[in-house]
Structure formats: structure tokens, C-alpha cells
């Protein structure tokens, strides 16, 4: 198949997407993504991509070509300049481009709007497009603070249902969004499929036994963010300071680091955390090494806060027990899996008094990594993931090969 994908964030910025086109590659595709330029790791663009450097490309056999794109920042107002400058500036690449594809995807995260220059690309080249939805618009707005009666929501609310309707098939990452898409977007359950997001494989034939450090580790890795209700964590290792023999690791960064690392300094818990910073994917290990136990917590004060994130795939197949403040999808999952412990979302009481039992007695929970790593090769493999994701691709292909003859 000529695939052609889109996808506002691309390498050198660390997402799945980078791995997905590469599988679709190894298995004979032809991978064409249309992309904007890197800067979702540092806000800004780097100096190697400035003045319509590195536009086209060729990595691990994919062609990669990049549009023009205001840089994220730090301010709302530069990520709705963004956004906007991704849309617009692929919309006229599409003018320019002369392949021909069989089929489009699009990997949406934030914003829904990456989903526009699909819809202008489909019209000119008459080609069908699965959208791989990560995240739902509008509700995903709601953490800038924009209100549902707002104007700016209503606004942006009519976008989103325009751009969601306009695609043939649309993949769910988590179950709860099904519902969302259908009562807020209008979109019918037989336009859309389950396809729940992988995890690394490099975790499951590696001995991630923990070190003993003589106390309990607790790790958390990934996006430190308002959603990841980070403060949760924190409020729940104030709650158990006095018991002994005890760390929480945070590995990862993000727009909400500085607030946490404030608050751990307002509650005096410097000698309970220690904070590492972002690391790549193959320094990982080491981390869930130093694991006993992973935390998993995300705001619910929205429909976002019921998706799985994944994260959650990655402490499965490394191995390790999962004590969640956490509602929705994820929630589901780590109970049906038997793989640890969750409370609802920002329970910090809740998470405290696990946290405690699990270091009191941490012996009565050593099944339930090796119950998260069964469940995960059952259900999160990569290639469980990538035949899927595979076959939607190659039936809508042929949808459209057929309507064409």
C-alpha cells in the first residue's frame, strides 16, 4: 500500500508514530508522513529545522516531508498559533504534491486539527482515511480553562464534529471514547473499531527483576502535565511520610514540573523524591530496574481523564505491579488483568493507603506483574497492534479501489 500519514508530531519528537511507520515500512508499504517541524519536546524549534532546513527527508525508508509551523512555547495563545500554522501550511502542501496514495492516516493526538489537510487531500485524490484518535476534541480544550458555554468551545466544538465526520473509519485508543464520539460528535458506533495502543516489546525478553535498594521504589515515567495529576502522588506521600523505607522516582518532564517540584519543596518531601528528568526509550530499563511498584494517576475533571494511558501498557510488559489514582478505561484494565491496585482518580487517600500496604507487606503482590505481563502480550503486542492497524488500512484501501473501478 502507498501510505501516506499525517501526524503534526514526528521524530525527533518521541511518540509511537515514529515506530508505527517504520513497522508498516518493514512489512512492504510505501510510508509517506506529512509532518510539522519538532518541537513538542522543548517548545521550541530546533536550530537544524530553521529557515526550511531538514524539509524532506528519508529515515528507516520513510519519506518524510515537513510544512512550516509556529513554534508551541509555553503560552496558550502560541499552541492555538500552532495548531492553526500546521493546518493552513499542510493544506497548501497538498497543492503541491503530486503522489498518489491508497489510503490516509491520520495519528491524532492534539489538536484535531491535523485531521484538516486529510479531508482537502482526500477530495483531490479521492483516497480514504482512517483517523487514529489518541485524544477527543472539544474535550481535550477544557484544560486551557475554556468553558462548554464559552463561544471559543462552541466554536471549536463545530470543528471538531466537522473534521471527525468527514473521515471513513476512526480507531479508538480507549473504549470510554466510543460513547463521547457518538453523543458529542455525532459519529455512528459502525464508523468506528477499538484499537488500544501498544507498548515496547524490548521489555519482555529483558530481566527487569527489581533492585534491592534496601526500601521500596515507586516509579512514575511519562508526561508530567496538569493531567497527570502528579500533585495526587504528591499529597499521598505526605499522607505516609512517617512510614519507613520508602522513594518515589518521577521519570519524565513537562509544562507542569516546576508547580510539582515547588509543592514537593512547599511540603518539606525533598528526601522522598528523587526527579530524573526526561530519558530516552533505551534508557528506560534501568528505571523499571529500580521499580518495586509503577504509579499511575490522571485527572477525571473531564471526559479525558477516562482514557488508558499508555503508559500503562509499558509497565505491563515490563513486569511490574501498578497502583493507580486513576478512573475510566485504565481502571477497567488493571482490575480485569489482576496486575495491581487503583483508586479513582485524585484520591490521594486512597493511593496513600495502598502505597502503605504495598510497602508493609509488598510479598502479597508479586503475582501481579507477571498477571500484567500476560495480559499485555494477550492484548498490547506490537504486532497484535500493528495487524491490526494493518488490516484497517488495507480494507479501506480496497473500499476505494473498488468504488473507483
Known sequence: MRILVISEHYYP??????????????????????????????SFIPKEYKFFRKRNEVIDGVTIKRVSTIARRKKALFRGLNYISFAVNS?????????????????????VTMIFPSLKIKKMKNVKILVYCLDVWPESVKIFGIKEKSFLYKTIAKISRYL???????AV?????????????????????????????????????????HCTDFVFTGNIGKAQDIECIIEA????????????????????????????????????????????????????????????????????GMTMPSKLQSYMAAGKPVIGAI????????????????????DAKGLAEM????????????????????????NFTKAIFMDHLEELLSNLAKEESHVQR
Open 327 to 346: 478512573s475510566g478505561a485504565a481502571q477497567e484494565v488493571i482490575k480485569e488483568s489482576d496486575c495491581g491496585l487503583c483508586v479513582d482518580a485524585s
Open 237 to 304: 506521600v505526605e499522607i505516609i511520610r512517617g512510614t519507613p523505607d520508602f522513594m518515589v522516582h518521577l521519570v519524565g518532564d513537562g509544562s507542569h514540573l516546576e508547580s510539582c517540584k515547588q509543592m514537593i519543596k512547599e511540603k518539606h518531601l525533598e528526601d522522598k523524591f528523587v526527579l530524573h528528568g526526561r530519558h530516552p526509550i533505551d534508557q528506560m530499563p534501568e528505571f523499571y530496574r529500580l521499580a518495586d511498584a509503577c504509579l499511575l494517576t490522571l485527572k477525571c475533571d473531564n471526559f479525558v
Open 91 to 111: 493544506c497548501l502542501y497538498r497543492k503541491l504534491n503530486k503522489n498518489v496514495y491508497d489510503v490516509i492516516l491520520v495519528y491524532q493526538m492534539s489538536p
Open 355 to 378: 502505597m502503605k500496604a504495598f510497602i508493609q507487606n509488598p510479598n502479597s503482590y508479586k503475582n501481579c506483574g507477571e498477571n500484567g505481563r500476560c495480559y499485555f502480550k494477550k
Open 164 to 170: 471527525y465526520k468527514g473521515c471513513d473509519q476512526i
Open 13 to 42: 519528537d518521541n511518540f509511537r508514530i515514529n515506530d508505527i511507520t517504520k513497522e508498516l515500512f518493514d512489512r512492504g508499504n510505501e510510508v509517506t508522513v506529512l509532518t510539522g517541524l519538532p518541537d513538542y519536546t522543548n
Open 173 to 213: 485508543s480507549s473504549k470510554p471514547f466510543f460513547k463521547y464520539l457518538h453523543q458529542v460528535n455525532d459519529i455512528p458506533y459502525d464508523k468506528m473499531c477499538y484499537l488500544p495502543q501498544h507498548a515496547e516489546d524490548i521489555y519482555l525478553d529483558m530481566n527487569l527483576q527489581a533492585i534491592d535498594n
